[in-house]
């Protein structure tokens, strides 16, 4: 969503039903083509230290969506929400070394929970040959459980 927050934020909260603090404290979308539709929200009341992490917490984010638990697939339609956490004191323990890999086996974790599921490609093609050929065609489609939705005969 290539807007500025403010209307990010009225689009969120009138056709997506978020609360307005939950699209105020949006972090990020999902990294481009695929995983647009993916958000990371900041739910956590008094964190401290949590400005300092937000950068590798996103980069995290950002390659658990990119290649997904089950078959390295992108993730489409996902939601985290950070609720809590709790930091070491010290800074040195709060690089992105600390963070990303850890942030990442939890999202991985929320997934395998939510009972994930490849789902079959589909695909819209348009096929052109000879009247002769035609039934092949249709014979390699139905072996797939392709479904014919068109059937039109040009001169030629």
């Not at 956590?44 to 937000?54: D, F, M, R």
């Not at 390659?63 to 339609?77: D, K, N, V, Y």
Request: charge should be negative.
């Amino acid at each position: 969503m290539q807007q500025d927050a403010k209307s990010r934020i009225r689009t969120l909260v009138d056709d997506y039903n978020f609360s307005k603090e939950e699209a105020t404290k949006l972090w990020t979308f999902g990294c481009p083509p695929e995983a647009d539709a993916n958000i990371l929200i900041d739910q956590t009341k008094g964190v401290q230290y949590l400005h300092e992490i937000k950068d590798s917490m996103v980069g995290g984010f950002i390659q658990a969506t990119a290649a997904g638990i089950i078959a390295e697939e992108s993730m489409r339609g996902i939601r985290f929400n950070l609720q809590d956490m709790t930091m070491h004191a010290d800074a040195i323990h709060r690089g992105a070394g600390q963070i990303m890999p850890p942030c990442k086996r939890a999202m991985y974790a929320c997934q395998i929970r939510s009972e994930p599921r490849i789902m079959e490609p589909m695909y819209v093609v348009d096929i052109t040959v000879p009247q002769t050929q035609m039934a092949g065609v249709y014979i390699t489609l139905n072996a797939r459980r392709g479904q014919v939705d068109v059937t039109e005969q040009c001169p030629g």
